[in-house]
T-cell receptor, first 113, second 113 residues
Framework: QKEVEQNSGPLSVPEGAIASLNCTYSDRGSQSFFWYRQYSGKSPELIMSIYSNGDKEDGRFTAQLNKASQYVSLLIRDSQPSDSATYLCAVNKSGGSNYKLTFGKGTLLTVNP | DAGVIQSPRHEVTEMGQEVTLRCKPISGHNSLFWYRQTMMRGLELLIYFNNNVPIDDSGMPEDRFSAKMPNASFSTLKIQPSEPRDSAVYFC???????????FGPGTRLLVL
């Protein structure tokens, strides 16, 4: 089993729809979870971080964490063409003073006008 | 703040040559990470420094790769000798221990012919 797994996509949604991106991880001891957005040819940029079970909202973005199911998701409401990018899920396996992140391979999202 | 600075942005070299990639982390950040990104393998952590000390180099592919951090504001990743399979985008990222959030530089696109 891969440490951090994402559907590679592409995920295609119409403008204005909700895009749902999913990620599973293998290490039950994982403590911190991050979503990064990467535009083609650019570097990853942080969108959301989540540390506790439940939902965390920031504008059009909502991160959801379920540690029992080892599952983290990102919802993008009112999707815009500018949201078209690859979304990377990252997990801090060890927590504590070790800030090493393990990344999934990413899901390519396309928002169609 | 200028963000994480990397140089060069692009590097084309011939097999067997030495390649040196440079990184200046965000001022005040005490953790620095070197990643490699390819289509096949995604974003892989090569090495991670905390307070200028290498903490985890388990991702360094082989002895041809070496990394140093002589002070808090500078790090290098060296490949000697380079091989075509080293062609990738190499990212440097930095973070504050207390947040775990990593901020990425623009990357160095390396092509080894």
């Amino acid at each position: 089993q891969k440490e951090v797994e994402q559907n590679s996509g592409p995920l295609s949604v119409p403008e204005g729809a909700i895009a749902s991106l999913n990620c599973t991880y293998s290490d039950r001891g994982s403590q911190s979870f991050f979503w990064y957005r990467q535009y083609s040819g650019k570097s990853p940029e942080l969108i959301m971080s989540i540390y506790s079970n439940g939902d965390k909202e920031d504008g059009r973005f909502t991160a959801q964490l379920n540690k029992a199911s080892q599952y983290v998701s990102l919802l993008i409401r009112d999707s815009q063409p500018s949201d078209s990018a690859t979304y990377l899920c990252a997990v801090n396996k060890s927590g504590g003073s070790n800030y090493k992140l393990t990344f999934g391979k990413g899901t390519l999202l396309t928002v169609n006008p | 703040d200028a963000g994480v600075i990397q140089s060069p942005r692009h590097e084309v070299t011939e097999m067997g040559q030495e390649v040196t990639l440079r990184c200046k982390p965000i001022s005040g950040h005490n953790s620095l990470f070197w990643y490699r990104q390819t289509m096949m393998r995604g974003l892989e952590l090569l090495i991670y420094f905390n307070n200028n000390v290498p903490i985890d180099d388990s991702g360094m592919p082989e002895d041809r790769f070496s990394a140093k951090m002589p002070n808090a504001s500078f790090s290098t990743l060296k490949i000697q000798p380079s091989e075509p399979r080293d062609s990738a985008v190499y990212f440097c990222a930095s973070s504050l221990d207390s947040s775990g959030t990593q901020y990425f530089g623009p990357g160095t696109r390396l092509l080894v012919l």
